[in-house]
């Protein structure tokens, strides 16, 4: 079993990123990690930010974009993405307006195909981040969007960013989805959550939550995972303070496991 390395997703430190993205860069590497998942730049040009990123320390491995960025402008993606290091670029979202009805998913399907594609000619690898809407989704067919996605497009185009959290919330199997995927999954997001009284998902710091985060490292090892991204989409404490304590559950949970 590989080690698995851990970094952080930004979009957790988004309103710290806004104010100072090089204060937040050196304070998110003053916590311990290393690593960084980016989710926008927030209009710092690519070469001041590859600057800072070895100045401080810091592997930019991969960088969130979601479905509108990948349409309006691929190539400039591609550009920043490959200026500043990174290797993996996950589809992390797609709006609602344009997910409504399964015609707009069939041309979204095509569309991630083309993209996964071009991706791959630049010598980056695309990858797929979920919600729960992809699994909570049928074609006629009665597949989920998910499992169209990944049946449609190429292993080697398009591998999976898989977000444990909005697996468990869609009420899918998680242990399951990571062994079925087993190869494929190179970016994992650890993350935990609870059910509000409405249903809505209250995203928390590891081990507060719903998710069984130790069954969840173990099958992830096993299945091949080279990433483990801290994400949480609304922190209950400050997001510093939130990431550093799942940084130090992880290490007190799976780096000590592991010899790290």
Known sequence: MQRMEIGVQLYTVRDEMEKDVEGTLRKVKSLGFDAVEFAGYFNVPAEQMRAWLDEIGLKAFSTHVDLTRLRN?????????????????????????DRQNLEDWKGIVT???????????????????NHEFEFETKFEDGKSVYETLFETINENDMKIELDVCWVQFAKEDTI?????????????HAKDFKRAEDNSMITL???????????VLEAAGKAGVEWLIVE????????????EASLNWLKNNYLTKVGA
């Open 205 to 215: 710091q590891l081990s507060q939550g719903e998710v069984d985060l130790p069954a």
């Open 176 to 188: 399951a989805c990571i062994e079925r995927y087993a190869g494929r999954i190179p970016l994992l």
């Open 73 to 97: 402008d691929l190539q400039g993606e591609i550009a920043y993405a490959k200026a500043i290091g990174v290797k993996y670029i996950p589809c992390s979202y797609i709006q609602p307006e």
């Open 111 to 129: 569309f991630l195909k083309e993209t996964a594609e071009e991706v791959s000619r630049h010598g980056l690898q695309f990858c797929y981040h």
């Open 232 to 243: 949480q989409d609304f922190c209950q404490n400050p997001p510093f303070e939130s990431i």
